[in-house]
């Protein structure tokens, strides 16, 4: 009742229940209030399409279907609905999905009348489409050993990505490992919470880790452990291996990882076996491992970065998510997700976002995918002014225009004399090999220091000198 007090512009009642099923048939209506329907009305409802009783709705613009269309709840504060034989009427809404046996099955949708009084005076110039919001945007990755996130948070309208978050279910029901793979800022990480928790595992440890973010000599005593005594200053310590000990850990970055210590990782896939460092004694665990990639996991065994017993181990389950600029029906709920979001990070309350604001970042192609949408976003509701409830294209346009001018940054650092270069991927390969070669001459070719100096993982800077045939221009 607490969170229908605060929905409902604090009124705390309803008007009216409706339930439809999953072809939008109704299968239940009670209008609570005269101006929706009466007691008789309401009866002859039940068995008709949803559509066919309220002429102005279609699949985008009703809240139920969209409810049912991405699994989670939506709530929109002024709906119109328009029937053949009774005047229009605007109400708040907010439709769930209903869900058995993890399926979902239908949409209850509960409502209220919205009086003269309460109308947005903005509301003339807003799409209805542009109104519906996911209901809980407060959800934020947690390292804490838990995963918070789970299928029904992850916005997909666009078909790859429904069927990349519908294949949660299948990799969750075993044991086996998986392999996500996705460009920088597509929600790795939103996805291997998802698949802990549609599993088994749920109420066990989820650990993430990226093996990009630490150098090799720590690598394999965080992941497998220290017997005491192994070198100066060891001492007994459990590895993430052991700490993930009947839940998952999630392996960000994999193909980071040393190729010396990859061996080591399939041992564990093929058996849960393993030594901690520095010990003779064998060890067991029984650990559901997710490994991510945010490049190519064919590419990265061809250019000897994975092995191929590990690819080969890993891909026999695998989720690719596609990059923003490939789904780009879904930029609108991302972008009201954000605002929900956010309002309550800076007390704003914005409730409407422009057709301009939608149409100007769907033409983008967001080269930093789902991350770069919300930046921008967050910039957005940092700076709309408190009394406006309606988020424009001017309140992101610095921040667009920041991210724009970053894109082009690369190209024209890989450009001589001012010359068109074939791509930005060229321009970027280009400036990075120059930046690499120049740095291991500065250093006389010591890895080590060029990874220092160039703030990188030693790993990574390795992976990347071998990949630009710069390994023969210095010695590890």
């Known amino acids: 009742m607490e969170l229908l007090k605060k929905l409902f512009h604090g009124k705390g009642y309803i008007d ?47 809240t139920m279907l969209k409810a049912m269309e991405l699994g989670m709840p939506l709530y929109v504060e002024n709906q119109l609905l328009k029937t053949k034989s009774r005047e229009e009427i605007r109400i708040t809404s907010l439709s769930l999905p209903i869900k058995s046996r993890g399926r979902i099955v239908g949409a209850i949708d509960l409502s209220m009348e919205v009086r003269q009084e309460e109308l ?32 029904q948070d992850i916005i997909a309208v666009d078909e790859k990505m429904k069927q990349a978050r519908d294949y949660i279910k299948v990799v969750a029901a075993c044991d086996l490992p998986v392999m996500i793979y996705g460009e920088t800022g597509t929600g790795k990480e939103v996805f291997a919470q998802s698949i802990h928790n549609a599993g088994d595992r749920r109420d066990k440890p989820f650990i993430a880790q990226n093996c990009a ?48 210590l990859q061996p080591k ?34 590419k990265a065994m061809q250019e000897g970065q994975l092995r191929r017993d590990i690819y080969y181990r890993l891909s026999m389950m695998s989720i690719t998510i596609p990059p923003l600029r490939e789904r780009k029906r879904d930029i609108p709920h991302f972008i009201k997700f954000y605002i929900g979001k956010h309002n309550a990070t800076f007390h704003k309350r914005v409730q409407y976002v422009s057709k301009e604001l939608i149409a100007r970042l769907e033409e983008y192609d967001w ?17 709309v002014d ?52 120049g740095t291991l001459r500065e250093t006389g070719g010591n890895l080590s220091k060029a990874a220092k100096r160039l703030d990188v993982p030693r790993q990574t800077l390795q992976r990347k000198a071998a990949r630009h045939g710069l390994l023969k221009e210095g010695k590890a």
């Open 367 to 383: 080269p930093g995918n789902v991350r770069e949408l919300e930046h921008v976003i967050v910039y957005g509701m940092s700076v």
């Open 213 to 260: 973010a630490l150098p090799e000599t720590l690598l394999e005593s965080i992941l497998f452990g220290t017997s005491k005594g192994a070198f100066t200053g060891a001492v007994e310590n459990k590895g993430l291996f052991e700490l993930a000990d009947g839940g998952t850990l999630f392996l960000d970055e994999i193909n980071s990882m040393p190729l010396s």
């Open 16 to 62: 009216g229940i409706t339930i439809i099923n999953l072809e939008g048939e109704i299968l239940f209506t009670a209008k609570l209030n005269g101006k929706l329907s009466n007691e008789e009305n309401a009866c002859r409802l039940v068995g008709k399409r949803f559509l066919d009783i309220y002429e102005n709705l279609d699949s985008e613009s009703s």
């Open 120 to 151: 947005s005076d903005t509301l003339d110039s807003i799409d209805l489409k542009d109104l519906v919001f996911p209901l809980d945007g407060s959800k934020r990755l947690d390292r804490q050993n838990a995963a918070v996130f789970t299928e």
């Open 386 to 437: 408190e009394g406006r409830d309606v988020l424009r294209f001017e309140d992101v346009k610095a921040k667009f225009a920041e991210f724009g001018r970053a894109k082009q940054e690369p190209a024209d650092s890989g450009v001589e004399g001012g010359a068109p270069c074939a791509s930005l991927k060229s321009a970027v390969e280009a400036y990075e090999r120059e930046l690499i070669a």
């Open 265 to 298: 990782l399939l041992r564990v896939l093929q058996d849960g076996s393993f030594r901690s460092l520095g010990s003779r004694v064998m060890k067991r665990v029984n650990v559901k491992l997710i490994a991510a990639m945010n490049t190519d996991p064919v």
